[in-house]
């Protein structure tokens, strides 16, 4: 909950036609960073969705014909002041008229994109992995652009895609647009989850409950090294059985199986270095019957791409994934944890369009 604050709405001589809501305030006691933040939206149309534990009520817009570029932003995103991109964001629904959304609670980007997709000829995220994720699963089926303008404290994808990072401005005006393959993970009582990067079992998955929040937000990539070495001293590895395109690979003590689309996770870690993300393919790297401390060891030839030639290791590319363990293992997807084994991946070629800047 933001303490301390002060909340002040003012008409802003310099945003026509816009009101602005500006918030100031302390995220928690003793901190001295004062957060600022600019939500922009019109006057005519109040959010329309409920809220779900919101900090503060984010002006919403109601879309016009004019009106085709949907903005979703993830207010907690560390880039978004990092990177201060407040002014370009408010610039940009001034230039280009579009629609911008603050999300409000986990799974929003994904619940209005499907409910809204149609209404719009392009999607740009603002944040980070989770929050493209969210956005990738909401447009799975309707013919809408997407891009991303990094804003969360990780976004592996934008690595792995020709163009990218690039500036807000740029991903509004371009007309041109690229296929990308999606991978589909779909569990036993027929949940499906969507990803763009990597859907991962065992140390990936631990990796990301070990990560201390404050560290996430202070330095990306010592909190996944963190969360990772913490990982590796605690977690129980589990025999697995995997099936790569039909070929049976016994795991015994699977330590890790990252399935990817594209070649990074863990904020630039090139776990599949050849990956693409359009090549139709999964890359599929397992490291099973292997030790606490061989794992260690070796930890660092995951930063240099050199991991997929140690000899316990398996690199190959497929398009379905299967995996049965003798137990129950954690998974995650694009950074967060969703659910666990079993479960069975695909992947889907060309299924969305990628915004080339």
């Given at each position: 909950m933001i303490r301390g604050g002060v909340l002040l709405?003012?008409?802003?001589?310099?945003?026509?036609?816009?009101?602005?809501?500006?918030?100031?305030?302390?995220?928690?006691?003793?901190?001295?960073?004062?957060?600022?933040?600019?939500?922009?939206g019109r006057r005519e149309s109040p959010a329309c969705l409920p809220s779900q534990g919101l900090r503060h009520q984010p002006i919403s817009v109601r879309v016009r014909e004019d009106q085709r570029a949907l903005i979703l932003v993830n207010p907690e995103g560390v880039g978004l002041r990092k990177n201060r991109l407040h002014a370009a964001i408010a610039a940009a629904v001034e230039k280009h008229c579009a629609v911008l959304v603050e999300t409000r609670y986990a799974g929003h980007a994904g619940d209005y994109c499907r409910a809204h997709a149609g209404e719009f000829d392009k999607v740009i995220s603002v944040?980070?992995?989770?929050?493209?994720?969210?956005?990738?699963?909401?447009?799975?089926?309707?013919?809408?652009?997407?891009?991303?303008?990094?804003?969360?404290?990780?976004?592996?994808?934008?690595?792995?895609?020709?163009?990218?990072?690039?500036?807000?401005?740029r991903l509004l005006g371009s007309q041109e647009t690229m296929p990308v393959d999606v991978g589909k993970v779909t569990f036993t009582?027929?949940?499906a989850r969507y990803f763009l990067e990597e859907a991962g079992v065992g140390l990936d998955a631990a990796s990301i409950a070990y990560i201390p929040d404050w560290l996430r937000r202070v330095h990306v990539k010592r909190a996944y090294?963190?969360?990772?070495?913490?990982?590796?001293?605690?977690?129980?590895?589990?025999?697995a059985r995997v099936w790569l395109d039909g070929d049976l690979v016994e795991l015994p003590r699977l330590q890790l199986l990252a399935v990817c689309n594209a070649p990074y996770?863990?904020?630039g870690m090139p776990i599949a270095p050849?990956?693409?993300?359009?090549?139709?393919?999964?890359?599929?790297?397992?490291?099973?019957?292997?030790?606490?401390?061989?794992?260690?060891?070796?930890?660092?030839?995951?930063?240099?791409?050199?991991?997929?030639?140690?000899?316990?290791?398996?690199?190959?590319?497929?398009?379905r994934?299967?995996?049965e363990a003798a137990r129950e293992?954690?998974?995650?997807?694009?950074?967060?944890?969703?659910?666990?084994?079993?479960?069975?991946?695909?992947?889907?070629?060309?299924?969305?369009?990628?915004?080339?800047?």
């Amino acid at each position: 909950m933001i303490r301390g604050g002060v909340l002040l709405r003012f008409f802003d001589p310099n945003l026509p036609g816009k009101w602005a809501l500006m918030i100031l305030g302390k995220r928690w006691p003793g901190d001295a960073l004062l957060q600022l933040r600019t939500i922009v939206g019109r006057r005519e149309s109040p959010a329309c969705l409920p809220s779900q534990g919101l900090r503060h009520q984010p002006i919403s817009v109601r879309v016009r014909e004019d009106q085709r570029a949907l903005i979703l932003v993830n207010p907690e995103g560390v880039g978004l002041r990092k990177n201060r991109l407040h002014a370009a964001i408010a610039a940009a629904v001034e230039k280009h008229c579009a629609v911008l959304v603050e999300t409000r609670y986990a799974g929003h980007a994904g619940d209005y994109c499907r409910a809204h997709a149609g209404e719009f000829d392009k999607v740009i995220s603002v944040g980070g992995d989770g929050l493209l994720m969210d956005v990738v699963n909401g447009l799975i089926g309707a013919d809408v652009a997407f891009g991303v303008l990094p804003g969360g404290s990780a976004c592996d994808f934008v690595k792995a895609a020709p163009g990218y990072p690039a500036p807000l401005e740029r991903l509004l005006g371009s007309q041109e647009t690229m296929p990308v393959d999606v991978g589909k993970v779909t569990f036993t009582d027929g949940l499906a989850r969507y990803f763009l990067e990597e859907a991962g079992v065992g140390l990936d998955a631990a990796s990301i409950a070990y990560i201390p929040d404050w560290l996430r937000r202070v330095h990306v990539k010592r909190a996944y090294d963190v969360g990772a070495l913490r990982a590796i001293l605690r977690y129980r590895p589990a025999d697995a059985r995997v099936w790569l395109d039909g070929d049976l690979v016994e795991l015994p003590r699977l330590q890790l199986l990252a399935v990817c689309n594209a070649p990074y996770f863990g904020d630039g870690m090139p776990i599949a270095p050849d990956a693409k993300i359009d090549d139709g393919q999964l890359h599929v790297f397992a490291i099973a019957d292997a030790s606490r401390f061989e794992i260690l060891r070796n930890f660092r030839m995951v930063r240099s791409g050199t991991h997929i030639n140690h000899p316990q290791a398996i690199y190959r590319s497929c398009r379905r994934v299967r995996i049965e363990a003798a137990r129950e293992m954690p998974m995650c997807i694009d950074g967060d944890l969703v659910c666990h084994t079993p479960s069975e991946w695909e992947v889907l070629p060309e299924r969305l369009r990628l915004i080339v800047p």
